[in-house]
């Protein structure tokens, strides 16, 4: 998460050093994970878990999203 650059002002802001400690995030944060990790996930995992695992995030992106 580290790697990806911001986007605007109030879009996606710079990570922390260490996303996966979840200390003093707030809402915006969260968010901001959930809006990157479909390109970060991408091709981590081998088939057919990738394909699970990127339909699982797309869920959750469009439900946060409604």
């Known amino acids: 998460f580290q790697q990806v650059p911001t986007f605007g002002h109030d879009t996606i ?6 996303v996966s400690d979840l200390k ?3 809402a915006r944060d969260f968010e901001d994970l959930l809006q990157c990790a ?13 394909g699970q695992i990127i339909k699982l995030l797309f869920v959750l ?4 999203g409604l």
């Open 61 to 64: 992106a469009h439900w946060h």
């Open 24 to 26: 003093q995030m707030a």
């Open 38 to 50: 479909i390109p970060i996930f991408t091709g981590l995992l081998p088939e057919p878990h990738n």
């Open 13 to 18: 802001r710079r990570f922390r050093q260490n």
